[in-house]
Nanobody, 115 residues
């Protein structure tokens, strides 16, 4: 069992920045991928960004050039740097750990971007 705890969410004005953190109770170096997803009210959960074990990344088109995902295996932590935030980025952001044999989710952190 791996527990994921997100932090760093909050209220920010459009154009501002936030950095989300996801601390894992277990080793993330053993994961296939770590990712950030988000879910806005009335919408399905969607992939925001993902970083694979060898360091490659992929992003949703809507956040490319604005968000950056990174990982620190020594701290078992994954980050999401979010710049130039837009009101449409408002959502609950969830951390995800894919170990292949099982996937784990955090409880989420709210990000609200005001116009």
């Amino acid at each position: 069992q791996v527990q994921l705890v997100e932090s760093g969410g909050g209220l920010v004005q459009a154009g501002g920045s936030l950095r989300l953190s996801c601390a894992a109770s277990g080793s993330i170096s053993n994961s296939n991928a770590m990712g950030w997803y988000r879910q806005a009210p009335g919408k399905q959960r969607e992939l925001v960004a993902r970083i694979f074990s060898r360091g490659s990344t992929n992003y949703a088109d809507s956040v490319k050039g604005r968000f950056t995902i990174s990982r620190d295996n020594s701290k078992n932590t994954v980050y999401l740097q979010m710049n130039n935030l837009k009101p449409e980025d408002t959502a609950v952001y969830y951390c995800n750990a894919d170990y292949g044999w099982r996937t784990f989710w955090g409880q989420g952190t709210q990000v609200t971007v005001s116009s």
